[in-house]
């Protein structure tokens, strides 16, 4: 099996994330470059000492972590447990009372308007948020991490970002800015931020709360681009873009000079052949367990006819229901109560793939002596079966393959499995 107990084993083995933890921690020794061949931004490491080496792979969430022990550190055990959501104090479902913020919003806009509360109530003075910057001469629209200090800020960063985010990358931004920040980002972007503030780092304890999306992965920026140039784009032309907005579930957006396209979500997803990175695929974190509040899509049957987008929250902190609470009390957004079993069942593809079939796939894994994360989690419900987990496999890799010759499309458009804007 390969190591992963160095940053390199876990590039070798694909668990590289691209959040850019160890380029934040050790500045001076690794940088994050974009391997193209791969799709990801992979740290580019200068010789580290074995104790070096040791150190970094404490705040390395690629690797894996301890959920739990992260978790109850930080919400405390008084809090209701759940298997599938983790800890949590409040559950609800709702959307921003804000046209604005509703616009371009993935779902019901909730993580942009808490984040703009935030600033609002001068609860924090900016918020690390991630926007879309455009294709260059070389590559195609790419991600960048910044501060928002005002709802420009924060509109300008909305929607889903479907690709690897670097958004721990962020040390110098964080240590020159004078004020206290939230941070908003993917489940395993917060677990690093969490590993890196257990270092006791200054510049990362000037992040007082995290505010996550629900997450069913990501795949590299090969597909991005592929998905643009079948869109019939230059992905270094592109000016605008965005994975998702526009309402639920919304689409994807390609701008270049006088040119538009717009692509149907989740569908677009079948444009290519390329898979979901491998390190999603052994993720067991379907809702941000470590975020202090975290929010994904209703899909749910009445929610979805509603003709308006929302999504839903758990809160796991204090200072996250106090915040949601007096956002409520001030008319900013609006939200009802919803059950764990509701939660559940609206995300229970996500869930079953991260919770119940894990057991099956790590099985399936140690069989191939292949390398998986490990958060010391104990399978409560064990679901599907190898042989399962093998045909999905399977399926997975002959598109990938087809997609590596060239066949990808032509047999895909045989299959009917083709999005048919496109
Ligand atoms: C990779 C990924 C996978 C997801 N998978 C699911 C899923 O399986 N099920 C589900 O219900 N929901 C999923 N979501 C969450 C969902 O897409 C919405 O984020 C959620 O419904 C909240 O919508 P909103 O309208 O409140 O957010 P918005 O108002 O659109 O705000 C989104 C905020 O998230 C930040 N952001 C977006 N993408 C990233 C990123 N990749 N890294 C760091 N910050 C980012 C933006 O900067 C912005 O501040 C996923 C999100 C992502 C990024
Ligand atoms: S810290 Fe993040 S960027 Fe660095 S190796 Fe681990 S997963 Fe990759
Ligand atoms: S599926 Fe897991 S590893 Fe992948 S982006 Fe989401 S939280 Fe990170």
Known sequence: MKDITTISGVIKSDLCI??????AYKPELITLRENKKKGLLEPVVKKLTAIDEVDVMNICPGKGYDIHKLSSKKFGIDTYSSYELGLYRQLGVGFANSD???EKASSGGLMTAIAYYLLDKKIVDGVIVTKIIPGDKKIGPRTKTFIATNLEGLLEAQGSKYCPVPSLDIRTVVEDFDGQLAFVGTPCQIAGLELLKEQQLGWANKIIFTIGNFCGGFRDFRETDKIIERAGFRPEKVENFTYRGGGQ??????QSGE????LNYPDYARATGFIKHKRCRYCIDATGELADISFGDAWI??????????????ARSLMATDVINGMFADKQIYFENIGE??????????????????GARNK?????????????EVNKKFEGSILFELKVLATHKIFYFLEILGLYKFISKLLKRYPQDM
């Open 301 to 314: 049957e009445k929610y979805l006819k509603s003709g308006q987008g929302w999504s839903i929250f758990v």
């Open 341 to 358: 079993n509701e939660i559940i069942a609206s995300q229970i593809g996500n869930i079953s793939t991260k919770k119940y079939r894990q």
């Open 364 to 376: 399936l894994a140690q069989l191939f002596n292949e390398a998986v994360p490990d958060f010391n």
């Open 259 to 262: 040119k538009v396209k717009e």
């Open 249 to 254: 579930p919304g689409r994807m957006y390609i």
């Open 100 to 102: 604005r913020v509703m």
């Open 18 to 23: 691209s959040c850019g933890a160890c380029a």
